[in-house]
Each structure stands twice: as structure tokens, then as C-alpha cells.
């Protein structure tokens, strides 16, 4: 009897242990619609996979939540010359291995996301040379004075170079070719959280990296990100208490998470603008019949611009909760005016007359490509434009798929006509411009070209007088809202939505930082 009852003891011990150990786990399952792309670091710039990468790596410096910038792996830094900056580093920085992270894994990083094939490379490409001056200090020269150079690296993340080397990924993935590397599903950064679990589309696990050298100001043991692409099943398992945060919350069902004592919403104009894109390079449509390209036609591009009733995609598809937009930029960001941000009316019967000076009475054919899994009811938008551009006689056929099939297909240049959404994590045009309307930029799929943006973008890069800095930006601005390059629709609005328990800060460029997170039972 005495055995039975000590056996009952322990076994009453065991249990009260593990219960009182699996609640001391604090745990935040997160859910969006899309998954990161990669671990890579330096290999996609996209933002759920800078999310992701946001949590484990870190950078030089960094944003805040009130997005300024601030002291990360570097403590500080002064420019010796117009073209030279020193940052010295932290000294009691390692990675979730226990390596020490020095100037080394600095440089090392800096020279690998200007790689060929870096998703990185345009941020900082004003950089000529890196090098380690002693154990824990940088030096960076860019070829001209750089008035946004911290902007820019605030999003460059720092990988240790012992590990790279070791698992033969001393170059980014190539995601763009669809290369698979040890770095697109493992990871080693300095930063409040290591993954230990990757299973793409499905799960990912980050655990509270105890050796982390800031101060912890979050009471998380672990986050699960566990990306669902169905809304009605997203919503669902967060009502449902199975998951506690949804960072893309459908705005369809924001109502009915509001009216969820046990919920809550928060929604942010977000850095992000959605657009269009028509190529007006290619001398005959991939997807058309008139055997020319119609896009190559101002007239054609503005009839497609003044058809589309952005108002009621507001009202209609996103519920109120979008600004519509006349450039590809927002509020707070260098060069932004609200002159430069109106549209052009929507006017049917303008758009019918536009077409038929162009030479097309009877429109044509064109097919419409979109993601279904990457912004706020991208596919619903993209729906409303067919219904729209068919009042003025234009067939859209629409092809919506995931996001990962669509921008891969967008790189290698299969899209007529596309969607695409920009954020400008550097607060600056520079960034805008350099990707999306240089010549040759690796964005730029509309393949726009004028020889005037070009050059005023190089004034963007060197220039520090800020008045002459800020005419090239307006002047690049006018020209390329005059050509219509792009279809601009509107500036996101992000809506986030939780347990009432869980506080997460929501910030305008919709990456939450659960570094700053609190979870309460």
C-alpha cells in the first residue's frame, strides 16, 4: 500500500510539474495569409519574409516603434568625410550559436547583400567599400555623400560569417531561380528570437534567445507562426482561441471580431502603396490579339487609369478602410505632397474616347495578373478592375495565384499586366525610384526609361544639400506621374486583430516586433 500511495505521489507531482511547466510557457501563435519566402536573409525583399527575418537578424540600426532610427549592433557612428562613416559595435553580441559577432561578420554581410543575386543590392548600392578596421569597428565609403545611408541599412541584417561559410552559403539563395540553400530554411542571427522549427507554409517556431545582449522587455517563450491563406479559416481559428494574433486580419470581418469581448482590432494607414504595372517595352502583348503592344500609348495607359472608379473599390472591396493614391508613395515620406498624391478623375466615357484615339474603338484582349495571398483583398481588387475595365471594352482574363508563383513569374518578365504593392521601409523617394523607375532597376517590369529620372535619382544618392536634393525628387516625381508609368490605387490600411490579452504594437510598416510584446493570462 505504501508503494501505491508514494507512486501516487509522484505521479501527482509529475503532472502538477509538467502543467504548471507547459503554462509557464508563454507562447503567441501568430497567423497570417502568406508565409516568409525564405530565411534568407539577404535573398528576398518582401515583406511577411522581412517580418520574419526581422525577429532572428538584426542590423546596424534599426526603427523603433515610433520608426525613427536608432543604435542596433552598432552603438554609434559619425561620418569622417562626406563619402566615409565608422560604426563602432557592440562587444557583448553573439549569435544564437554562441559565436561572438565581430567586425568580420559585418563586412561579410554588407558584401553579400550586394551580391548579383541579393534582393538587397539596390538599397546599397552607393556602397564601394567595407572593411574592418579593428574587431568591433566598420568602416563603409559609398561613392558619393549618402544622406540616407542609415535608412537604407536599417534593413541590411547582419549573418555570421563562420556559419555561412560552414554550410556553403556565403552567397544569397537565389530565390529568383528557385535555388534551394541551407539559408532559405535555417538561420543564425544575434537577434531576441531563434527558430527552431521550420516547416515552409506550415509552421514556424521562434524561441526567446536567452543570451540575447538588449533588454528584454517582451515575457514570450515562443512564437508560432502558422500561416493560413484561407480568411474564413484565419478568422475563424483566432475567434475560436487557437491562434492569438492575426497581422492581416480581412477586413470583411473585422465587424464581427469587434463585436468578440474577448478580441480586439487595430488598423493603421500602412507604408505601402498598391498599384498596376503595364509593360511598355515588349512590341507585341504576351496575352493580347492585337499583335502590338497597346501599353507602348499613353492614351491607352491613361484610358485604363481614368476606368478604374477607385471610390467604390473603397467603399465596395475594402470597406473604408483604403486612401486612394496618385503616386506610388504615402504620407511621411521624403518628396511626398498631396498635390503629387491626387488622381485623375474616373470618367468612362473619357477612358472609351482615350481608347479610340489610340486606336483601339473596340479595346482588346489583356490578361491581369495578381497575387491571392500577399495584400488586403488583393484578388477582390484585382476582380473589381476586370468588371471596370470592361465597361470600356476591355477583355481581362485574371490570373490570381500565390504570392510566391506571381513574383517569381513577374522577375522573369511574363506579366503584361500585373499587381504589385510598394512600401518604402526607407522613408525616402530614393528607394521608390531606384527600384521601381530606373532604368534597368530589377523592379522597374514596366520598363519605363527616361534619361532625366535617371539622373535625378543619382542627385537622390549624393546629393546632401537638401534643397537641391529635394527639386530633383519633384522634378522625377512629375514626370513620371505626367507618363502614367504606373496605376496607382491606393495606400493600404493594415488591420490587426487579437485576444484582448495579447498586446502587440502595431506600426505603419506592418512588422511587428514581438521583442515589444506582452502576453497575459
Known amino acids: 500500500m505504501k508503494t501505491k500511495s508514494l507512486y501516487r505521489v509522484l505521479l501527482t507531482l509529475l503532472l502538477a510539474f509538467w502543467v504548471s511547466s507547459a503554462w509557464a510557457a508563454n507562447t503567441i501563435k501568430w497567423s497570417m495569409q502568406g508565409d516568409s519566402l525564405t530565411l534568407d536573409p539577404h535573398a528576398q525583399n518582401e515583406g511577411p519574409t522581412t517580418m520574419v527575418s526581422r525577429q532572428i537578424y538584426e542590423a546596424l540600426v534599426t526603427r523603433g516603434l515610433d520608426m525613427s532610427i536608432g543604435p542596433q549592433l552598432a552603438t554609434d557612428w559619425k561620418a569622417t568625410n562626406p563619402t566615409t562613416w565608422v560604426f563602432n559595435l557592440r562587444k557583448d553580441v553573439t549569435f544564437h550559436n554562441g559565436d561572438k559577432m565581430t567586425s568580420e561578420d559585418v563586412v561579410f554581410s554588407l558584401l553579400r547583400a550586394q551580391q548579383p543575386s541579393s534582393d538587397f543590392k539596390e538599397y546599397i548600392s552607393t556602397i564601394t567599400s567595407v572593411k574592418a578596421l579593428d574587431e568591433y569597428t566598420v ?26 561559410t560552414e554550410n556553403f552559403v556565403i552567397v544569397p539563395q537565389n530565390w529568383d531561380a528557385g535555388q534551394e540553400t541551407f539559408s532559405a530554411n535555417n538561420a543564425m542571427g544575434t537577434g531576441p528570437f531563434k527558430i527552431t522549427l521550420r516547416e515552409p507554409n506550415t509552421k514556424t517556431v521562434f524561441k526567446k534567445n536567452k543570451k540575447w545582449w538588449g533588454e528584454v522587455q517582451h515575457n514570450l517563450d515562443e512564437i508560432h507562426l502558422l500561416p493560413i491563406a484561407n480568411a474564413s479559416t484565419r478568422v475563424a481559428a483566432l475567434l475560436s482561441g487557437e491562434l492569438d494574433i492575426v497581422t492581416d486580419a480581412p477586413v470583411q470581418d473585422l465587424d ?13 494607414e500602412q507604408m505601402r502603396t498598391i498599384f498596376l504595372g503595364m509593360d511598355q517595352a515588349a512590341d507585341k502583348l504576351r496575352s493580347g490579339n492585337t499583335g502590338d503592344n497597346p501599353f507602348k500609348k499613353k492614351e491607352v495607359r491613361q484610358a485604363f487609369y481614368q476606368a478604374i472608379d477607385i471610390e467604390a473599390i473603397k467603399e465596395k472591396v475594402m470597406r473604408g478602410l483604403s486612401s486612394p493614391a496618385g503616386i506610388i508613395t504615402f504620407p511621411g515620406v521624403t518628396g511626398y505632397t498631396k498635390e503629387l498624391d491626387e488622381r485623375l478623375p474616373y470618367d468612362v466615357a473619357a477612358a472609351k474616347k482615350l481608347l479610340a484615339d489610340a486606336g483601339y474603338p473596340d479595346g482588346f484582349d489583356i490578361e491581369l495578373r495578381c497575387p491571392n495571398d500577399r495584400y488586403v483583398n488583393d484578388e477582390a481588387i484585382c ?23 506571381h513574383f517569381k513569374e513577374l522577375k522573369d518578365n511574363q506579366g ?3 499587381m504589385l504593392g510598394w512600401g518604402v521601409p526607407t522613408l525616402d523617394s530614393h528607394y ?18 527616361n534619361a532625366e529620372v535617371d539622373a535625378a535619382v543619382r542627385v537622390m544618392e549624393g546629393e546632401v544639400d537638401l534643397e537641391k536634393r529635394n527639386a530633383a525628387i519633384a522634378k522625377a516625381w512629375k514626370i513620371v506621374k505626367d507618363d502614367i508609368a504606373y496605376l496607382p490605387l491606393h495606400h493600404q490600411v493594415i488591420s490587426w486583430a487579437s485576444k484582448r490579452s495579447v498586446d502587440v504594437p502595431i506600426r505603419p510598416n ?6 515589444f510584446s506582452n502576453k497575459r493570462y
Open 510 to 515: 506592418n512588422e511587428p516586433l514581438f521583442r
Open 256 to 268: 464581427r471580431i469587434r463585436s468578440s469581448g474577448d478580441h480586439k482590432v487595430l488598423s493603421i
Open 432 to 449: 521608390v525610384f531606384h527600384y521601381l523607375y530606373e532604368t534597368e532597376a530589377s523592379w522597374n517590369k514596366v520598363n519605363f526609361s
Open 139 to 164: 568602416e563603409i565609403q559609398t561613392k558619393d555623400p549618402n544622406p540616407i545611408l542609415l535608412n537604407q541599412l536599417s534593413n541590411i541584417f547582419v549573418m555570421s560569417k563562420k556559419w555561412a
Open 383 to 405: 476582380t473589381a478592375v476586370v468588371g471596370m475595365l470592361g465597361k470600356i471594352g476591355v477583355n481581362v482574363s485574371l490570373n490570381a495565384q500565390t504570392k510566391s508563383k
Open 416 to 418: 503584361d499586366f500585373y
